[in-house]
């Protein structure tokens, strides 16, 4: 378990994160979010004891990271592919990794064979591609058998069977009963290998809370409908005690596409046909994740881009 607790740092005047605190559990993929310059990669660095905060604490299995001798055996942890020696073979860098941390030989082998790479251990790492320094260090992570590990954008440059294969292997370690904080800007990964997750926007705490209530959060839900008669049906639901939004100008002979929340989808129907108004589109949308990040996330941004033209 990883257990964060008032957590800050900061850097002479600027803060990079303030008083922080969550939980992740074992037995669960546990998602961290957050804009660029959130403060995730500060954070992960003082859950690894990387970084000393300056005021709380981080802890993993109840010590800070650093009271944990040989720390392969307790925490796994990928937070750049591309700090390996290029000049080493990958047996070579996890080899040294086992020695210093008092794990068998023989463990090396193990985890290349279990991350796809046997048949490229004695390679050079400089030549590897950037989706094969993510399973080296995927190896490197799983070489103590730990039963804590923390990814940082593991699946940058990885093909989409690489991106499969990855979202399975921590699906199965969380299943083992392990502990997996997984860093990513990818929705549609933290959507399909997430159980829960935690949301930071500054360096502050947005949301600690399963994926599906989080995504319920967002105002994506509700009912696309596309008509010819957008601004009709628009003063017809409103009327009904509906909200209605246009996503999209309108289109040739009025035709309009309308988020529509409020009503559900077969009420709106009832209503179009009791008005003689012709549908093209009437469909019921789940609540979106990305949508949800999106909103919760909107005045953390550092530098948002300008809408475009």
């Known amino acids: 378990m990883i257990e964060v607790s008032e957590l800050t740092k900061r850097y002479g005047a600027r803060t990079a994160v303030e008083r922080l605190s969550f939980t992740v559990r074992p037995g669960r993929v546990t998602g961290f979010l957050g804009p660029n310059g959130a403060g995730k990669s500060t954070t992960l660095r003082m859950v690894l004891g990387l970084e000393a905060p300056t005021a709380g604490t981080a802890t993993v299995g109840g010590v800070p990271f650093r009271d944990h001798p040989r720390g392969l055996r307790h925490v796994g942890a990928l937070l750049d592919a591309g700090h390996v020696h290029g000049g080493r073979s990958a047996a070579a860098h996890l080899s040294a990794l086992a020695r210093g941390n008092g794990i068998a030989r023989r463990r090396a082998d193990e985890v290349l064979d279990e991350v796809g790479l046997a048949g490229a251990a004695n390679r050079r790492v400089g030549g590897f591609s950037l989706g094969m320094k993510q399973r080296l260090g995927i190896a490197a992570a799983l070489l103590g058998d730990p039963p804590v590990l923390v990814f940082d954008e593991p699946v940058n440059g990885m093909d ?87 996503e999209s100008p309108e289109g040739p002979a009025g035709a309009g596409r309308l988020a529509v929340t409020g009503l559900p989808a077969d009420r709106i129907a009832d209503l179009a046909l009791e008005h003689r108004i012709r549908l093209d589109e009437l469909t019921t949308r789940a609540a979106s994740l990305e949508r949800a990040f999106m909103e919760l996330t909107a005045d953390s941004v550092e530098h948002p881009a300008g809408k475009p033209r």
Do not use: K, Q
């Open 160 to 246: 989409p069977e690489g991106v499969l294969w990855a979202r399975r292997l921590f699906r199965r370690l969380a299943a083992e009963g392990r502990t997996v904080f997984l860093s990513s800007h990818l929705m549609s990964e933290m959507e399909n290998t997430a159980d829960d997750l935690v949301v930071i926007g500054r360096g502050r705490l947005i949301a600690a809370e399963p994926v599906r209530e989080f995504a319920a959060r967002g105002s994506a839900r509700g009912v696309v409908v596309v008509t010819p008669r957008a601004a009709d049906l628009t003063a017809v639901l409103t009327a009904a005690g509906a909200s209605v939004e246009p």
